[in-house]
């Protein structure tokens, strides 16, 4: 799914925006494991009053959003997903408590899909008047989507932690696979004329959820 492409992704998720960890729940195995599209919000559209601050790549003054820009908005999109080196098989018999290893890499650095994160998108070094729009713009953000913005540098590598789980008990081979539940903050700008453009994408990693699967 290219979340690039509004449209796209607004048609293929069409309903979606139940609870993600229950959807998650209800993944079914098959592998190699791909990203799965869990939810999308409603579209949240951001008020011109903080378009100042809005670091657009393209358009980089106030007189040109004006003029060619028809709104900014924002969502956020839930995706679960894992790494192949994750998944571990159990041999049927008791059950037993294991240590397991979980590698955690940020959906959008495989995908490349955007290289400009919430950091980027709001001019973070504002001053004076421009200072209150920045802050109610990172306020709006938390309040519609959650989402708590930070003038450091997102720490994208990849990141690997151990966590002690319990196998439960089964006459039958499991495979156990550690899904990470990542949400992804998007903004677009509709231009007047040409189109929807995507303008940020920024991850955090919500949480490790385990799911077994009967082989």
């Known amino acids: 799914m290219d979340i690039s492409n509004w449209e796209a992704l607004k048609n293929d998720m069409g309903e979606n925006t139940g609870k993600p ?6 993944i079914p195995y098959s592998y190699p494991p791909k990203p799965v599209f869990l ?15 809005i670091n657009d790549p393209k358009y980089d003054n106030m007189l040109k959003k004006q003029q060619l820009v028809d709104s900014y908005f924002g969502a956020v999109l839930y995706v679960a997903y894992t790494a192949p080196s994750n998944i571990q098989t159990f041999p049927a018999g008791q059950s037993q408590a294991t240590t397991i290893k979980i ?3 940020s959906v959008l650095k495989q995908t490349n899909v ?19 729009v920045t802050l109610g713009l990172t306020t709006e953000l938390e309040t519609k989507f959650g989402y708590s913005y930070s003038t450091e540098t997102t ?9 002690t ?8 081979d499991r495979i156990l696979v550690p899904w990470n539940l990542s949400k992804i903050l998007v903004v677009y700008r509709k231009h007047k004329t040409k189109g929807i453009s995507l303008i940020c994408a920024d991850e ?11 082989l």
């Open 39 to 53: 939810s999308l919000s409603d579209p949240y559209d951001i008020p011109q009053k903080y378009w100042p601050v």
């Open 114 to 132: 955007c290289s400009v994160d919430v950091r980027s998108l709001i001019k973070g070094e504002a001053s004076g008047l421009l200072k209150g």
């Open 165 to 172: 789980v319990t196998i439960p008990a089964s006459d039958k």
């Open 204 to 214: 955090t990693i919500e949480q490790s959820v385990e799911k077994f699967y009967t």
């Open 21 to 26: 960890l229950n959807q998650l729940l209800n």
């Open 103 to 105: 590698s955690q890499v």
């Open 155 to 163: 720490d994208t590598k990849e990141k690997t932690f151990t966590k």
